[in-house]
Every structure is written in C-alpha cells, then in structure tokens.
C-alpha cells in the first residue's frame, strides 16, 4: 500500500489523482479530497498551488455534475406526477438563490446543496462560479492548516 501512495503522489500522477479524487468526491459519493491533497502536497511542496488549483477546478466539475443530476431528478419527478413539483422545505434556499453555494465547502451538506441547486433550477453558471470559489477557500485553508500543524517534508 505505501509503494502504491508513493506512486500515485510522484508529480506526473499526483496532479491526476488529486483531479480525479477531488471530482468523485464532489458528487454524492462519500469521498474526501483533502487526504489526497494534503498528501501531494507534503511529499511535493512545490505542487502546493497546482494541486489547489486542481482540486478546485475538479470539485467544481463535480458540483457541476451534481447540479445537472438535480436539475435531471427534478425533471423526472415532475413528468411522473404531470405537474411541477414545488418543494415548500428548500424556498428558503431559493432566497439565497446562487450564492448559496458558497456553502458547497462544508463538509456532509455541501456536496447534495449542489444537486438541490440543480433542483430548484438556480441558475448553472452563478452557481459554478459560487462553487469554484467556496472550495478554493476550502481547500486554501483545509490545507494551509494542515502544513501548519504538520510541517516539514514527509520522508519517502
């Protein structure tokens, strides 16, 4: 397993994975980045911005596909009942409208408030650029704390 870590964080893979990881992670599946970009990034100092950069562009892809998938679900279950659905509980959220997705960094309700986006038909490009800069700050401050309380290379 520590061979298989060490492979996956050398440069020319590390940047994929943390894309890949980061991306699967921002749609319903429990995954956590952070792990992997944390990791990348001790072993790889030097990647520290890339990997930030990453990992924000594939978190918001993700949140992206999310918001599609919630726009798609809310279609379907209109056409099965034949007439719009209104859900009274999210109107709350309508207020907010985009920005709300700011809050797509927290952990647990972050990602499904991307697909809720989707739903409620907020509009898909305020709500990706709200998410882009949720999760850079995410991952700006997840990481830079970590670096705090661990510093130092990890040995290899």
Known sequence: MHQLLEWLALPQFGLS?????????????????????????????EL???????ATV???????????MGLGAHKVV???????TD???LNWLKRFG???????????????LCAVAGWLKLPFWPCLAYMAVGKFFRYLLMTSVLLHFMPGKMAV
């Not at 209109?78 to 719009?84: L, N, S």
């Not at 985009?98 to 499904?112: E, I, Q, T, Y």
């Open 98 to 112: 985009a920005k709300a997705c700011l809050l797509s960094w927290l952990p647990v309700v972050g990602d499904p």
């Open 17 to 45: 994975t943390v894309f890949v990881v980061s991306f699967i992670s921002a749609t319903l599946l429990p995954l956590g980045s952070e792990p992997a970009v944390f990791g990348l990034i001790k072993i790889n100092p």
């Open 48 to 54: 520290f911005w890339p990997a930030i950069l990453v």
């Open 58 to 68: 594939a978190n918001t892809l993700g949140g992206g596909v999310s918001w599609w």
């Open 78 to 84: 209109d056409r099965a009942r034949g007439y719009q």
């Open 87 to 89: 859900v009274r509980a």
